[in-house]
């Protein structure tokens, strides 16, 4: 193992031109421009071995991830993500581990334009921190508090398949070979909707990334919202493995995995009834599934009713860290 000093892990992993910043990493704080006439967004993630990824992880899909979970937040505030700070904790400086990583976060930040600002590196058990900073013209940001009574709630993407791919880990489920590696990329190179939260600006009235699981994070915005919601759990986009297991033994994994699989990364949206074209147009010109999965109400609470249209008595609970 090529072991390397903490400054020589900096210059020759982290250290790259800033393109649309004044002053990058090599200083003790990184200089930034923002665009005249918008708002900052600003928000932090921590990845966590053993918490939030397995420690024997491939290091380039965590380089990846450890991005790809901030440039969701951005998405779901409808902000254009433009720099990132990297603080890690490092157990040791292999230089592989370390240059596999850098290849993830850097493979995605150049596909977004975002500069690698700074960060702070040091020796410890492995847990990495990204900031992001992004740009939202200023009053325009999606928030989680504009859903009102009649909106229709979206859906981007599919739902339930990283859940499912944590599930085979964990021994709860078994994929078989030909069904792993769909759920298994979902799980490690989830594709944040940048382009879709740039979007939905003017069109969306309140959003939120489901990174918690769709019942916890809509449940965010029907909070703040102060409204409800109802469900149509036939509605819920699935892929045909999480479909298979819904209407066999593993029900109860499968609904687990559909309205409370974390790591999902998609956008869940509310938008007015007039919008319907507009997001169908979206949908296209994205290529990107955007599904209509239910509608809000002014009582409050959140029912999901089955495909009987009984509604469901339980509904798996949000993922907590200090319960789950
Ligand atoms: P200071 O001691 O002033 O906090 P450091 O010596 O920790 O600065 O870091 C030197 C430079 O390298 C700073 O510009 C810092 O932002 C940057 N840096 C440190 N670690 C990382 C990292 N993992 N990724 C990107 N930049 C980093
Ligand atoms: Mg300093």
Known sequence: MEALSEFELIDRF????????????????????????????VSVDMLVAGRHFFADVDPEALGHKALAVNLSDM???????????LAGALPNADAAWVGAFARGFFALADAY???????????????LCVTILGEVPAGQALRRRGARPGDAVFVSGRLGDAALALAHHRHRVILAADELPQC????????????LGDRLRGIATAAIDISDGLVGDLGHILDASGVGATLELAALPRS???NQRLAGDER?????????????YELCFTAPARAAADIGTLAEQL??????????????????????????????????????
Not at 75 to 85: F, H, I, V
Not at 113 to 127: A, E, Q, S
Not at 184 to 195: H, W
């Open 113 to 127: 334009g975002v500069d690698l600002v700074g960060g702070d590196t040091t020796k410890g058990p492995l847990n």
């Open 75 to 85: 998405a779901a505030m409808g902000a254009s993500p433009r720099w990132a700070l």
């Open 184 to 195: 298994e990329r979902a799980l490690l190179r989830p594709a944040p909707r940048v382009e």
């Open 240 to 242: 045909a493995i999480l």
């Open 14 to 41: 982290f250290r790259r031109p800033a393109r649309h910043a004044v002053l990058g990493v090599g200083d003790d704080a990184a200089l930034l421009a923002p665009t005249s006439g918008c708002e900052l967004a």
């Open 287 to 324: 290529d990107l599934a955007l599904t209509r999965i239910g509608g809000i109400e002014e009582r409050g609470g959140l029912l999901v009713r089955d495909e009987n249209g009984q509604a469901l008595q339980t509904l798996p609970a949000a993922f907590d860290h200090f319960r789950g």
């Open 252 to 264: 109860g994994l499968a609904l687990d995995c559909l309205l409370a699989g974390g790591d999902d």
